[in-house]
């Protein structure tokens, strides 16, 4: 029978599993002598009994936010455990604790239970060893779902735009809500409760109690908690984009000793950040969803003391002699010795009629993960050949009725990885059509039908349609550096030897050097990831690029 500190039993608690009873109460010792007061501790000394407690704690409602289990334990080892636990309370954050010959177990755990933590025995001193992690963990896991707190509540309807992009940004900056449609019960109480008659959407009330109407990405991220005013006026180091390469370089940045600040228009992550899986980011033999690799990037970042601002939109670039000022769209600024441009693509727009009108009203660019769980039992339709595009599909039929991959190419082939071409061709509920493209879409509040059209006969066919997500390339978000930054004629920038082709420095170039390989034409200003013209379009290499950027960062610093 598992032991517990005695506490209300609505309180969260803190579960430790270890079969050697003097270890077991000295994990549980020290966890209560530093959480006890807000946490109840729970202990057990075999992996039976800890599930026991856990299935008993799933029964009365109370919320698990860390299990610590000792990794050699008789009949069932700490990874076994943890993957059963893993189906009860799949919420809580996992800690193994292990001896230093078991660290190869440890290791491979991170992927088969994706494993938050491993400790080597013996944790002393507690306050080096021990704390620091539960105290990371503890943070990460009251940001989530799972976390009885008081969420924001977001009221809307089905076919709302502006709903949409309000539960898309609350998902993806790991900001927990709940949904209510204004159409419902509850939801009309709460439109009543606010003096609102639902026509204007969506009606977002925060943990405060405050009521928000139609807010803009900025008020909700300030009343939301997610920091949007820089804490100082001059950096070390500023990036702009807070995707793979922004965030990689926001963790070498500030790891290494740089006074960094992220600046992230919408939400950390980028495009990989709405990947439904990732299969190919090294590391992860079983895949990791892009919000899983983006929530912990993002807590490595601030681990390290990168500040990082969220719903800002940077305006403009200046230089001003050896500061590099970045300007915002409400007129304020921050300054620094050094900029990383890591702005990313958007996704490219349809160019069909009605589409524009219907844009969060059932199309939608991107994976727009908040709105699949309405797709159940839908025929769904996918725009586009790309990587994005077979994830999406792959995700989307879990519980759509159908869904449609149009490509505009003769097969997949031609622009997808080989292993999601696999998955796709054996999902039996997608279906590719080939040499076909959307000529328009059709309806009223929202997406009723599509006309699609076959490139190679001309024939064309209206389907019926509510959603349609969009996958057909990017474009490079870098219009706000005209004539500041040279780049190529699609908008991407030039960098490094790209620059000097013809052997001489980019005009107004006063250094006698060469700009380094991920250097723009204004010394001090870099670029990593997908802006950058040429670039790999991948993950990996945009992390890797914010990380040599970094280290070129580090290399003009020294040099001016």
């Known amino acids: 029978m598992p032991r517990e500190q005695a506490a209300s039993p609505s309180r969260t608690v803190i579960l430790t599993v270890d079969d050697d009873p003097g270890v077991s109460r000295a994990v549980a010792r020290d966890l209560r002598r530093q959480y006890g007061q807000s946490y109840r501790i729970v202990r057990a000394e075999s992996g039976e009994s800890a599930l026991a407690a856990l299935r008993e704690l799933k029964l009365r409602g109370t919320p698990v936010a860390v299990i610590v289990a000792d990794y ?35 290791i491979d755990a991170i992927n088969v239970v994706d494993l938050d933590h491993y400790l080597l025995k013996p944790w002393e001193p507690p306050e080096e060893k021990l704390y620091p992690v539960l105290d990371d963990l503890l943070s990460a896991w009251r940001t ?30 790991q900001v927990p809500y709940r949904w209510y449609s204004s159409e419902d019960p509850e939801g009309r109480r709460l439109l009543c409760a606010a003096g609102q008659d639902g026509l204007r959407l969506p009606l977002v009330i925060v943990p405060d109690g405050t009521a928000l109407v139609e807010p803009a990405d900025r008020e909700l991220a300030a009343r939301v908690g997610l920091a949007t005013t820089p804490a100082t006026d001059f950096y070390d180091l500023v990036i702009i984009g807070g995707g793979p390469a922004g965030l990689g370089a926001a963790v070498y940045g500030a790891s290494e000793g740089l006074r960094t600040v992220l600046v992230e228009r919408s939400a950390t992550g980028g495009q990989a950040g709405q990947s439904s899986r990732i299969e190919n980011y090294l590391g992860f033999p079983d895949g990791v969803s892009g919000a899983q690799l983006t929530d912990r990037a993002r807590r490595q970042a601030a681990k390290f003391g990168a500040e990082i601002l969220t719903a800002r939109e940077v305006t403009g670039l200046e230089t001003n002699g050896a500061s590099r000022v970045v300007r915002f769209s409400d007129g304020s600024a921050v300054a620094a010795h050094a900029v990383i441009l890591a702005t990313g693509v958007s996704y490219r727009q349809l160019d069909a009629p009605h589409v524009s009108e219907l844009t969060g009203c059932g199309v939608f660019y991107g994976s727009a993960l908040t709105e699949a769980s309405a797709c159940r039992d839908q025929d769904v339709y996918i725009v586009g050949g790309a ?38 061709d054996e999902t039996p509920t997608i279906l590719v059509r080939a040499n076909t493209v959307v000529d328009a879409a059709h309806g009223a509040s929202h997406l009723e039908q599509i006309t699609v059209r076959d490139t190679v006969t001309g024939d064309t066919e209206c389907v019926d349609a509510q959603w349609m997500f969009v996958f057909i390339g990017a474009v490079p978000r870098t219009d706000w550096l005209e004539g500041m ?51 790999a379009k991948r993950v990996a290499s945009a992390v890797g690029e914010g990380a040599m950027a970094v280290m070129l960062v580090h290399r003009y610093l020294e040099q001016s």
């Open 72 to 106: 050699r334990m008789p009949e069932m080892n700490g990874i076994e455990f943890l993957e059963q636990a893993l189906d009860i309370h799949p919420g809580a954050r996992r800690v193994l604790l292990t001896a230093y010959a078991d660290t190869g177990a440890a």
């Open 144 to 173: 989530t779902d799972d976390c009885p707190v008081t969420v924001t509540k977001v009221v809307g309807h089905r076919w709302s735009a502006r709903s949409s992009a309000v539960r898309e940004f609350l998902a993806r900056n």
């Open 387 to 424: 990587n994005s595009a077979g994830q999406a599909a792959i995700y989307l039929a879990r519980s759509a009725k159908s869904v449609t991959v149009l490509v505009r190419e003769a097969s997949l082939a031609a622009s997808m990885s080989h292993y999601l071409v696999q998955q796709v």
């Open 485 to 535: 930054v040279l780049r190529d004629s699609r908008g991407f920038i030039l960098t490094g030897p790209d620059l000097t082709t013809d052997g001489s420095p980019p005009d107004g170039w006063e250094l006698n050097r060469p700009p380094y390989h991920l250097e723009t034409n204004v010394p001090g200003v870099f670029v990593a990831g997908d802006a950058r013209a040429e670039s």
